[in-house]
């Protein structure tokens, strides 16, 4: 008897309540920035702060070993980190868009002002990795058009700089003009598509590479820059980087 | 007989347990409540701030600085959920060295009421996510991967109900297609289930069948795609269903200046947010609700 005292009790409360239901009526949106007027909190601080300890040890670790100096301006239009950059962002994305796609890139186009770093002789630490590519850029493969490759080709021609391209792509100027365009040994040719590996930041229009907006199409291959570094750096155990004049002028 | 004694002293329970979270104010009669949601996505490993010298976000971001706001917003409304769509792992060295540990532990510790996953949170693997799980006190949510026969399953849910001072909050999870973006072997066999049938699926499940006052998306699909128009993303979802209220959006990275308001198919507003990446911002959606007496218009007023 007991219970169903209760049992009446409760359903007398909750239609009492319904009538008071309560309804939505407004709803305010905002962002908080999170920036350096907000104190920390020291709870926080000190769960990171052995772990951060730990990290400046671990990432001094040795992932491989160059023999010379690796930076962006060791040649005119090429350069050893450059080269580096492109070729081994080829063979780490390559794979990843072969399986999506079936299809291989042809050749890969960074940017000068990406590598944020040189890389001094010696071990090559987790550390040199993250210093040349402290963004979070990520690979993607655009499809372009032959018109628009050559305005990619104009516009690296142009911009007179050691912008990264992967030795499958050679261009050599002659009398201020592109003379010779190579993809994967055979003549550029302006009625067939390419595709071209490059980062989304550069996809995105970044150092005014327009002709890699608005694609043909847009693979994402989901692999961060500095993943493809770690990643291929993890499988050397000594660098091996040459100029071999995939980006000149000629007489 | 006994059983069905049985069924009446669980409901008779079960009813005052859910009337405990009811206060004695809620009979009186300016009874309202305010519901606020706060929320990160991508938040990618970033648990310090920028450096000074960062060209984009200098200072910008850092967790310790994120509990500090969400202490003091809870103590301004007890009434208030922390919430987060996924790609919690890779972008900082500390994931790299710890495979994710200290960002679960910190998550924990700033008390995330639900995260859904993001294709970033498999980069180790199905088994480096599974690793990692003993660190976070907090539920994923994800209503879209079927971890059957990995050993995900059963560590998940489908959706997560929370009651706020008798408010009921739905939340339920939609993640990414993984196939083209990881690697099968991280993913292993988990199945990936059209996010917009489970979206419909969830939402009358959690409105009708559970009453929630407010459903919530924690989506991982992206904001929306440019180049490719017909990708499913998070303003496909708000326009093809009904009954949800917000959909907190990941992956895309995409800095809203302000939450979407997106008609659904029964006409109503869905909110879409997403605040970046990186930690460097918090989204905050306040709900507020009020006895239907004191209501102003049938209309809900939206300021974004």
Redesign the interface.
């Known amino acids: 008897m007991k219970k169903y005292i209760l049992l009446l009790f409760s359903l007398l409360v909750l239609v009492a309540c319904e009538e008071k239901k309560q309804s939505l009526y407004k709803i305010e949106g905002s962002q908080i920035p999170v920036d350096d007027k907000i104190v920390s909190n020291e709870d926080v601080e000190k769960l990171v702060a052995p772990y951060k300890d730990s990290l400046e040890t671990q990432i001094n670790q040795v992932l491989t070993f160059t023999k010379k100096d690796l930076n962006r301006y060791d040649g005119k239009l090429e350069s050893s980190l450059g080269n580096l950059l492109a070729d081994l962002a080829y063979e780490q994305g390559n794979p990843v868009f072969h399986k999506m796609t079936g299809k291989n890139i042809d050749f890969s186009v960074f940017n000068y002002g990406g590598i944020r770093a040189s890389i001094p002789s010696g071990p090559v630490k987790y550390r040199n990795a993250f210093e040349l590519m402290p963004f979070e850029n990520k690979l993607v493969v655009v499809e372009i058009t032959g018109k628009k490759m050559h305005e990619l080709v104009d516009y690296l021609h142009k911009a007179q700089r050691a912008h990264p391209i992967s030795k499958h792509f050679r261009i050599a100027i002659k009398n201020e003009n592109p003379h010779k365009v190579m993809v994967n040994g055979n003549k550029f040719d302006e009625n067939r598509n390419y595709y071209v590996l490059t980062s989304d930041y550069l996809q995105n229009g970044g150092d005014n590479m327009m002709f890699f907006k608005d694609p043909v199409n847009m693979y994402e291959l989901d692999y961060l820059l500095r993943g493809a570094i770690i990643d291929y750096f993890l499988k050397q155990d000594t660098l091996r980087v040459t100029l071999d004049g995939r980006f000149q002028t000629v007489d | 007989m006994k059983r069905r ?1 049985f069924l ?2 669980t ?2 329970a079960s ?2 347990l859910t ?1 405990g979270g ?1 206060s004695l104010q ?2 009186t009669e300016d ?3 305010k519901i606020t949601i706060l929320h990160t996505n991508d938040t ?1 490993s970033h ?3 920028f450096e000074a010298s ?1 060209s984009k976000y200098a ?11 969400v ?1 003091q917003l809870r103590k301004e409304n007890p009434n208030t959920l922390l919430l987060d769509a996924g790609d919690i792992f ?2 900082t ?2 994931f ?3 495979g994710g540990e ?1 960002e679960f ?2 998550m924990s ?2 008390k995330y009421d639900a995260s859904t996953l993001g ?1 970033h949170d498999f980069d180790n693997g199905i088994g480096g996510l599974y690793k990692q799980l003993p660190h976070a006190k907090f539920p994923f949510v994800i209503s879209n991967y079927d971890f059957t026969n990995t050993v995900m399953d059963t560590h998940t849910n489908l959706y997560k109900i929370f009651i706020k001072n ?2 009921k909050i739905g939340v339920f999870g939609l993640g990414i297609e993984l196939k ?3 690697d099968p072997k991280n993913y292993k066999e988990t199945k990936y289930l059209d996010p917009i049938g489970v979206a419909q699926d969830m939402s009358r499940i959690l409105k009708e069948e559970q009453k929630c ?2 459903v919530i998306c924690l989506s991982h699909l992206g904001y929306s795609y440019d ?2 128009k017909d990708k499913v993303c998070d303003l496909h979802i708000a326009e093809q269903t009904k009954d949800i ?1 917000l959909i907190i959006g990941g992956h895309t990275h995409t800095f809203l200046p ?2 979407t308001v997106v008609k659904n198919s029964a006409g109503k507003d869905v ?1 879409v ?1 997403q ?1 970046g ?17 004191n ?3 049938t209309s ?5």
């Open positions: 004694d009446k002293n409901a008779a009813t005052l009337l009811l809620s009979f009874y309202s409540t990618h648990i310090e701030p960062h200072n910008k971001g850092g967790v310790a600085r994120r509990a500090t706001i202490e890779q972008g060295p500390f790299n060295f710890f200290l532990k910190l510790m700033l294709n008798g408010i083209g973006l990881v006052d407010l180049v490719n209220d302000k939450p909110l947010n605040v990446c990186y930690g460097i911002n918090l989204g905050k959606i306040d709900f507020y609700f009020d006895t239907d007496k209501k102003v218009s809900t007023v939206i300021n974004v």
